[in-house]
């Protein structure tokens, strides 16, 4: 069965510069939600995405942007990165039945040095 | 404010035994799901189980259970016959409202099987 795709795995960046994460999610799901986890830390929610809208903000800097396109892919821009912003970038995806359930993928893990 | 509380940070059973993870959650809804997610060392965020609120017949998935206690907001996970790779980072977790229902996650328990 599809899963939810990230990429990359892995981001390797340099502190005041730009990272863009990529996440496809389920076909037919039409929810995407954005999730940063950092060692040892539940995950915590940044922001979603319903039908290419976004539908609601959590804890997310404002170095921090996203957007969903018309094929239902989402995009996460990080810029000016710091040290902090070292973590797991989990996207999840899932239908508006609320009983579907939620389907990660395998996360983004950033290292910024 | 919607809230998942997981009150044991770590906890270790002899491999094949049975294990019971706690969860309690805070909600004003009569009707919503929760969820088990299992993240092992490859830190793959994995649905282990689920469960409906309005079901009182409480979730089953081969070794794994829930013992569903509506009234008293209680959600605890049994492992029972535990295997080596059943060693993993457990969350509860429960859609927390708003418009899109993001999954609002508890704490976390570290769970290490014992050979």
């Known amino acids: 069965a599809a899963g939810v795709i990230q990429s990359p795995r892995h981001l390797i960046k340099e502190k005041r510069e730009t990272a863009t994460l990529k996440c496809y999610p389920i076909?037919?799901?039409?929810?995407v939600y954005w999730y940063q986890q950092g060692p040892g830390q539940d995950p915590q929610f940044l922001i979603s995405?319903?039908?290419?809208?976004?539908?609601d903000k959590g804890s997310i800097p404002d170095r921090f942007s996203a957007q969903q396109f018309s094929d239902y892919h989402s995009e996460l821009n990080m810029s000016s990165l710091e040290l902090g912003d070292s973590a797991l970038y989990f996207c999840a995806s899932s239908r508006t039945v609320r009983n579907y359930g939620y389907t990660f993928g395998s996360g983004t893990r950033l290292t910024v040095v | 404010a919607q809230t998942v509380t997981q009150s044991q940070p770590e906890m270790s059973v002899q491999e094949a035994e049975t294990v019971t993870l706690s969860c309690t959650y805070d909600t004003s809804e009569s009707d919503y799901y929760l969820f088990w997610y299992k993240q092992p060392p490859s830190r793959q965020m994995i649905l282990v189980i689920r469960q409906e609120a309005y079901k009182q017949q409480n979730a089953t998935e081969n070794r794994f259970s829930v013992n569903f206690q509506k009234a008293a907001k209680s959600f605890s996970l049994k492992i029972s016959d535990s295997q080596l790779g059943d060693a993993a980072m457990y969350f509860c977790?429960?859609?927390?409202?708003?418009?899109?229902?993001?999954?609002?996650f508890g704490k976390g328990t570290r769970l290490h099987i014992l050979p």
């Open positions: 995405f319903y039908e290419k809208m976004q539908s």
């Open positions: 076909p037919r799901h039409d929810t």
């Open positions: 977790a429960y859609p927390g409202g708003g418009r899109d229902d993001k999954i609002i």
